[in-house]
């Protein structure tokens, strides 16, 4: 007889089921995409990565930059007109790999971009913001990295300008890779 009352307990009427497990995912991100013909940019110079006509192309004359070591060089211009731009190689870590990393909902733009066969990404926290980055991984764990920040009077209607003019520098950085 106490069988049947522990059975009765466990089954009373008018208890409250209990509530079914609910599992959260998050939505995943994207991962970068691999790099199908790597190549390594351990005898590549970040100066050397753009020419004269290649710094025309958002604005510098090739003559005005200065190199941090092999893996950065920056631009400026004498006017000041046109902001600064860094280019950076990485011959350690995938820039590619750490931008799909980050929350991409947090940036206005984020564009995966195919830059000759080499996957990269053109971004931008916020547009009016005038700052746009362009990123190709050469390698799964190198690559480049171009950054343009505008000037104090920058005009947030050129920011997307700004954005196309670097995309087309990053197709000229993978060309002067011989690739």
């Known amino acids: 007889m106490a069988l049947v009352l522990l059975g009765g307990c466990a089954a009373e009427e008018g208890a409250p089921a209990s509530a079914p497990s609910t599992t959260v995912t998050q939505p995943s991100r994207p991962s970068a995409p691999a790099v199908m013909s790597p190549i390594d940019l351990s005898a590549y110079n970040a100066c050397d990565l753009i020419g004269r006509a290649d710094a025309g192309i958002v604005g510098y004359d090739a003559d005005v930059h200065m190199g941090l070591g092999d893996d950065e060089c920056h631009y400026s211009s004498d006017s000041g007109g046109v902001g600064g731009m860094v280019i950076t190689v990485y011959r350690?870590?995938?820039?590619?790999?750490?931008?799909y990393k980050r929350d991409a909902e947090t940036y206005e733009k984020f564009t995966p971009w195919d830059f000759h066969g080499y996957p990269g990404v053109?971004?931008?926290e916020?547009?009016?913001g005038g700052v746009c980055v362009v990123i190709i991984g050469t390698a799964d764990d190198q690559g480049v990295m171009a950054l343009k920040y505008p000037n104090q009077g920058h005009d947030p209607e050129k920011s997307d300008v700004t954005c196309l003019l670097l995309t087309l520098l990053g197709e000229r950085i993978v060309e002067n890779l011989g690739l």
């Open 92 to 99: 350690d870590a995938s820039p590619l790999v750490s931008a």
């Open 126 to 128: 916020t547009i009016k």
């Open 122 to 124: 053109v971004e931008a």
